[in-house]
């Protein structure tokens, strides 16, 4: 019964306009920092940024050439410590690559 009350044409325009409203005015009950993900997911309603998105898809890429290169490395303890290691000399190849860049 609850599932025909779901395709009503009233309670679809009432979920599309009140909703990003209620996650306002829910999100500002909350002392959240702004720059945070939950902020971004609260007032967005977008549920996973780009840019997220994007780095978690480099850090699986780098795992997975690490466990190519070194077998059994994700077994030892210095394991995260390098993947981290990789990322952070990545982001800073990538931060030096867009400072050279002449922009007009």
Known sequence: MLNRFKNLKIV???KNEISPRLRWLMFEKQSIDKS???YIKMIS???DIQTNSDERRLEAMV???L???FPNI???K?????VDAVMHNLKKKQLQATDD???E
């Open 45 to 47: 309603g977008v549920e």
């Open 63 to 65: 795992r997975e050439q």
């Open 74 to 76: 994700e077994n030892m």
């Open 101 to 103: 860049l002449d922009i």
């Open 78 to 82: 210095s394991y995260e410590l390098l």
């Open 36 to 38: 945070s993900p939950e």
């Open 67 to 69: 466990k190519e290169e």
């Open 12 to 14: 679809r325009k009432l």
